[in-house]
């Protein structure tokens, strides 16, 4: 608590990380033994003015997110996203609120962060606390080192007589007025939920929470951030002395008889035979390979000890559902299946 206020963190871990090539969303990608993720969350749990952690994730990982932060005493609900980064902190936003309801919204103040800044120190959460307590809104940012070019496409079909085309200088941007913004952001909670709900109802869509509240005509600070709270965005952001992926190799068999009166399932498809496999669920000795081959490749034994057969939740079940949940598993490990 910090001047009476409560502080939470909302951690944005929704998006699928698509441009830096991974077959994991980056927030599950490790560094030095750890995901982004349980970095990102590490910083805000150890800092002592946070009083409470909320995590957006991709919906269908919300369990195995749940069990990947286990650890931290500070993290108090997983929130399922939606399809952009707004709507996503959007729905944290709104799980905060609804668990407030009944409390003066004054007292508290939120600090949205994004995972894929894993390199995010105490220093700089703290600096923006106290700017989020002082003006309502605050945000981190560095000033620009680069000089920055605005530039103008150009096509040419070079007719007259110099072919060009692409991109050209326009104009240079005045480099002392240009600051590049980072997370954490903070913000009253009552003044971020009226800017989302405000955004929602203009259909207006910001590239961060700052300029939703500018928006709403509230004004912004800007906090002074750090050159090392970097966001992970392609494979150059990534450390050189890490590599990007580790891959482990597991090996699945399986066996069923054949019986009457039963489906033939492989793969999750319905094959036209006239028996089918015999087994507590539903025998597809296909898929069962495949799940013994992920549980085996993280030492996690096989779908014998993680589905027994004693077990009657197991009868009949689809093995394509069981193998929705081993891919939870694994990626509550970090891990996820490559093809």
């Known amino acids: 608590m910090y001047n009476g206020k409560e502080i939470t963190a909302l951690i ?27 970095r990102s969350v590490q910083v805000f749990d150890d800092c002592e003015i946070i009083d409470e952690i909320y995590v957006v994730v991709p919906p269908a990982e919300t369990e195995s997110v749940r069990a990947l932060l286990s650890e931290f005493s500070k993290v108090k609900r997983i929130v399922p996203g939606g399809s952009t980064r707004q709507e996503s902190v959007g729905n944290g936003l709104s799980a905060i609120g609804e668990r407030q309801m009944g409390t003066v919204h004054a007292s508290r103040l939120v600090l949205i962060h994004d995972a894929a800044r894993p390199y995010v120190s105490g220093e700089v959460i703290r600096r923006v606390t106290y700017g989020a307590d002082r003006t309502g809104a605050a945000i981190p940012c560095v000033p620009v080192k680069d000089t920055i070019y605005a530039a103008t496409c150009i096509e040419d079909d070079g007719e007259s007589g110099t072919a060009r085309s692409g991109e050209f200088l326009e104009r240079a941007l005045d480099r002392a007025a240009l600051r590049s913004v980072q997370t954490p952001q903070g913000f009253d909670l009552n003044l971020i939920l009226r800017a989302h709900e405000q955004a929602r109802r203009d259909g207006f869509a910001g590239t961060d929470d700052g300029m939703l509240v500018k928006q709403l005509g509230h004004p912004v600070e800007l ?73 085996g490749a993280l030492s996690l ?18 093995s394509m559902e069981l193998l929705r949940r081993v891919q939870e598993m694994i990626a509550a490990h970090g891990w996820a299946a490559v093809g």
């Not at 599950?28 to 995901?35: H, S, V």
């Not at 050189?240 to 039963?262: L, N, Q, S, T």
């Not at 014998?304 to 689809?318: A, L, V």
């Open 301 to 318: 034994g096989d779908i014998g000890k993680q589905f027994p057969d004693t077990d009657e939740s197991y009868e009949g079940i689809s």
């Open 12 to 38: 944005a871990a929704a998006g699928s990380g698509s441009r830096i090539g991974s077959a994991v969303p980056k927030q599950f990608l490790k560094i030095g033994g750890m995901t982004m993720l349980e």
């Open 223 to 295: 906090i002074l951030g750090s050159y090392e709270n970097i966001k992970i965005t392609t494979p150059d952001d990534l450390p050189k002395d890490a590599p990007e992926e580790d891959f482990r190799i597991g090996i699945g068999f399986d066996v069923h008889a054949f019986a009457r009166g039963r489906k033939l399932i492989l793969g999750g498809v319905e094959i036209p035979y006239e028996k089918g496999l015999l087994g507590h669920s539903d025998a597809d000795v296909l898929t069962h390979a495949v799940m013994d081959a992920m549980l």
